[in-house]
């Protein structure tokens, strides 16, 4: 089996898995009970969170547990929204989100909030300077992915944050979910307020993540009861969840720190320069992209199609963000970065981890040449 499809959720490492079965079955109290078993519990989600901080390098009380990048992306977005709504009702994003912040943005509109969607460039970003010239009186956040989960696009964060610096009443929030142990992003002193975090994109468990939320950052809770996780999130916290999501964090941490991003660009270029060279084969993503994402689109057959033909020789591929994939019409992220109907209705998405190989890249181009030359012939 050859898996090309790890932005849309990646293979649970084993000592992941491992953790959190020891957890479940070892730490089951209620971390919120005064009794021993509860505190022995409490003790190691406090060791967890500690932990966490230190892999990504901010203050331990900055740190929420969550159940990953949509609950987490709702909660920075809508959290700000509430909580601010008396000085403002301005929010700015782009019009190449993922469906949790483009959908979270559109739900406010319902509440009164205006938003400014920035148009992208063809290469989906945008630059700070457009983001300042945006800010009005009224603007309460700025909020934005880090690398783009469709085409791998990485936005100029420390740029941004560093405009937004001079304007402390802007809050500004980045979903660092397809970034995370893959391309860098320091949160010490980026000017970057709030950021996502999900566990399943770097080999842990589904249901697991966190939001980073800098002390100075005020947010309106979605969930009211019994106050947990600084009271941004109530309910009974998912002990082996976060201490699993921790051991995740570590371990992609490890790879990124020894350099194991180059075996992700050796990937990249490889498949690039196949790929460029592959007649009716449109490359979308930009050259200077997250080495772990690469977009095209085959203009003329379905991208099911493809999917499919290749799914038979068990290489598995996507089209876009998995939560908008069963949705066959236009990838919204393509139509912003000025595509084609035709280009961007026949995108296809490889994404890559640190498990994959060239040899991998071989054969999935191999067998993409051959569905390929087979559609054509049924077309003749």
């Known amino acids: 089996m050859i898996y090309f499809d790890n932005s849309a959720t990646t293979k649970p490492h084993p000592e992941v898995i491992e953790s959190f079965a020891k957890v479940s079955a070892n730490y089951f109290a209620n971390p919120s009970s005064i009794h021993p078993l509860g505190g022995q519990v409490e003790k190691l989600l406090e060791a967890a969170r500690q932990q966490a901080a230190d892999l990504i390098g901010v203050p331990k009380e900055t740190i929420i547990f969550t159940s990953g990048g949509t609950e987490g992306n709702n909660t ?60 009005r009186k009224d603007t309460i956040l700025v909020t934005m992915m880090q690398v783009n989960n469709e085409i791998g696009a990485i936005q100029p964060i420390e740029e941004i944050g560093n405009v937004l610096k001079k304007h402390p009443k802007v809050l500004f929030h980045v979903d660092a979910v397809q970034g995370l142990g893959k391309v860098p992003l320091n949160l010490s002193d980026t ?143 393509l139509v912003a970065c000025g595509k084609t109907k035709e280009v961007s209705s026949s995108g296809l998405r490889v994404s890559f981890s640190y498990e994959n190989t060239e040899e991998e890249v071989d054969i999935f181009v191999k067998e993409l040449k051959k569905a390929i030359q087979q559609f054509k012939e049924v077309l003749r």
């Open 76 to 135: 920075a977005i809508k959290g700000v929204a509430l909580e601010h709504q008396s000085r403002g009702k301005h929010i700015i994003t782009t019009q190449a989100e993922h469906p949790s912040i483009h959908d979270t943005c559109r739900s406010l509109e319902k509440l009164g909030f205006e938003i400014t969607y920035m148009p992208v460039a063809e290469d989906g970003t945008v630059s700070a300077a457009d983001v300042e010239n945006s800010i």
């Open 191 to 333: 000017g970057v307020d709030l950021c996502t975090f999900s566990g399943h994109k770097i080999h842990g468990l589904k249901g697991t993540g966190l939001l980073y939320v800098n002390h100075t950052a005020k947010l309106y809770p979605l969930l009211h009861g019994g106050s947990q996780e600084s009271g941004i999130r109530s309910g009974t916290e998912n002990v082996a969840g976060a201490v699993s999501f921790v051991k995740a964090l570590r371990l992609v941490k490890e790879k990124q720190d020894i350099q194991e991003d180059n075996i992700l660009k050796t990937l990249h270029d490889k498949l690039m320069e196949e790929l460029s060279q592959l007649e009716g084969v449109k490359i979308n993503s930009p050259a200077d992209g997250a080495n772990h994402i690469i977009h095209f689109s085959v203009p003329g057959i379905k991208p099911e199609v493809i999917i499919h033909s290749l799914s038979q020789k068990e290489i598995y591929i996507s089209t876009k963000s998995a939560c908008s994939s069963r949705d066959l019409t236009e990838s919204q992220v």
